[in-house]
């Protein structure tokens, strides 16, 4: 079975093909990001017109190139409703040209289940962290759409907090990498700045504080002084992976499994990634992660979990797409 995945929640367009037995047949990626620059941040309507531009395009070339799929999957929610709906229409009409199922596909399902087309791929149950500039959340996967919410963010998700430090430091958009660029250059020790929650029991986040203290260090700052810059950039980072790192090893205790997967934007970031597999492989447990050109919203986690969804032998229900869908909201195939 050939799945065409179609991802147009946000910024991106992407559009992939999974089959069965090869992974990922074909695959294209186009980031809006030079578009929004100028923004400081996404702009829904720019968003919505360029996923128009260039969604079928691409896949035109998919089908060209790959062959005519089974089926299709397309992003549904969560994400912006004018670019949901580009993807969802263009998916739904070919579906129902070519007389195939198109399935309505769960943004942040997509997300966890990304890491299972690794070699070192997981087997349910396990932990995931997922974590970007919309979300950040500990999820115990107990099967393919049965998801128990452990922990979520009480203000700010991680990235958008990234993002939003990378811009008092002067960062261009997107932040987030640039932030970690800055980091790598930073010392460590210089600024002191809080591990929001790190002492209250449970696996919820708050990263509004980390910000605040972060803004206050940064008026203090000259400028000029790159290093101090990037010494502020060190110590944010350091703080906002502490306080990820503690309630991951706290997830994995309270659900008792001994695998946790690291999905989202933020999953990208190398001192994450390192301190996460120091300190929750120093307990037993291992730590999977996907390869980082997966780790941002791309159109193969989605032809991925379409194709998981539809192999289990789910087929089409309701169409419509949503800005918010919950992951409780969902149910096995």
């Known amino acids: 079975m050939k799945v065409l995945g179609i991802e147009t929640s946000c910024d991106e367009t992407g559009v992939a093909v999974y089959e069965d037995g090869a992974g990922v047949v074909w695959e294209a990626l186009y980031s809006q990001v030079a578009l929004h620059r100028a923004y400081g941040g996404v702009v829904p309507e720019i968003a919505s017109r360029d996923h128009v531009r260039r969604l079928a395009p691409m896949v035109e070339r998919a089908l060209a190139e790959a062959g005519p799929p089974d089926g299709v999957a397309y992003t549904a929610g969560p994400g912006l409703m004018g670019a949901l709906l580009v993807g969802a229409s263009l998916g739904a009409a070919y579906a129902s040209a070519r007389g195939i199922p198109a399935l309505a596909v769960n943004h942040l399902e997509g997300h966890i289940l990304a890491p299972l087309m690794s070699t070192e791929a997981p087997r349910f149950p396990f932990v995931a962290l997922l974590v970007s500039g919309g979300h950040t959340m500990l999820v115990e996967a107990r099967g393919l759409g049965d998801y128990r919410l452990l922990g979520t963010t009480l203000d700010d998700?991680?990235?958008?907090?990234?993002?939003?430090?990378?811009?008092?430091?002067?960062?261009?958009?997107?932040?987030?990498?640039?932030?970690?660029?800055?980091?790598?250059?930073?010392?460590?020790?210089?600024?002191?700045?809080?591990?929001?929650?790190?002492?209250r029991a449970g696996c919820d986040f708050s990263f509004s504080g980390l910000k605040t203290a972060a803004l206050y260090a940064a008026r203090e700052l000259d400028e000029a002084d790159e290093?101090?810059?990037?010494?502020?950039?060190?110590?944010?980072?350091?703080?906002?992976?502490?306080?990820?790192?503690?309630?991951?090893?706290?997830?994995?205790?309270?659900?008792?499994?001994?695998?946790?997967?690291?999905?989202?934007?933020?999953?990208?970031?190398?001192?994450?990634?390192?301190?996460?597999?120091?300190?929750?492989?120093?307990?037993?447990?291992?730590v999977i992660f996907p390869a980082p050109d997966l780790c941002t919203d791309n159109g193969a986690m989605i032809a991925h979990a379409g194709w998981r969804r539809l192999a289990a032998g789910e087929r089409p229900g309701e169409s419509r797409v949503r800005a918010r869908w919950s992951l409780h909201e969902l149910t096995p195939p």
Do not use: C, M
Not at 157 to 175: C, M, R, V
Not at 277 to 282: E, F, G, T
């Open 157 to 199: 998700a991680a990235g958008e907090a990234f993002d939003k430090t990378a811009s008092l430091l002067g960062l261009p958009y997107p932040g987030g990498p640039e932030l970690a660029r800055l980091a790598a250059k930073g010392r460590p020790g210089r600024f002191e700045l809080p591990r929001p929650l790190i002492d």
């Open 227 to 286: 290093d101090a810059r990037a010494d502020l950039a060190r110590a944010f980072e350091e703080a906002a992976v502490d306080v990820l790192v503690e309630k991951s090893r706290r997830a994995l205790d309270a659900a008792g499994h001994d695998a946790l997967v690291v999905a989202g934007g933020v999953a990208a970031n190398n001192r994450l990634r390192e301190t996460l597999q120091d300190r929750v492989q120093s307990r037993g447990a291992r």
